[in-house]
Nanobody
Framework: VQLVESGGDLVQPGGSLRLSCVASGISFSSYHMSWFRQAPGKERELVAAITGDGGRTDYADSVKGRFTISRDNAKNTVYLQMNSLKPDDTAVYYC??????????WGKGTLVTVSS
């Protein structure tokens, strides 16, 4: 199982980024996918989650209205569109996959830095 994130970058406050996570080695459409983030000195926190069929999404209160999670099961890819970025969004963003049996996997992360 491999989860590979990409799209992290340095962006100014108010800017946008789209993160991608490509999964391999799993039956992607049967996995619940999430994005977590971990800022320096802080615990890892859930940012957004999406069910296997994409029918339901959930967001942390801190990103509601600014971030959108989506998936393309044909491409084994989950996305995180991040708009109106703030310095507090600076963190390493991790892709997380959980199967119906509760087996989970993590990517290695991609760094997002929001700074002027």
């Amino acid at each position: 199982v491999q989860l590979v994130e990409s799209g992290g970058d340095l962006v100014q406050p108010g800017g946008s980024l789209r993160l991608s996570c490509v999964a391999s080695g799993i039956s992607f459409s049967s996995y619940h996918m999430s994005w977590f983030r971990q800022a320096p000195g802080k615990e890892r926190e859930l940012v957004a989650a999406i069910t296997g069929d994409g029918g339901r999404t959930d967001y942390a209160d801190s990103v509601k209205g600014r971030f959108t999670i989506s998936r393309d099961n044909a491409k084994n890819t989950v996305y995180l569109q991040m708009n109106s970025l703030k310095p507090d969004d600076t963190a390493v963003y991790y892709c997380h996959a959980v199967s119906l049996l509760g087996l989970d996997n993590w990517g290695k992360g991609t760094l997002v830095t929001v700074s002027s």
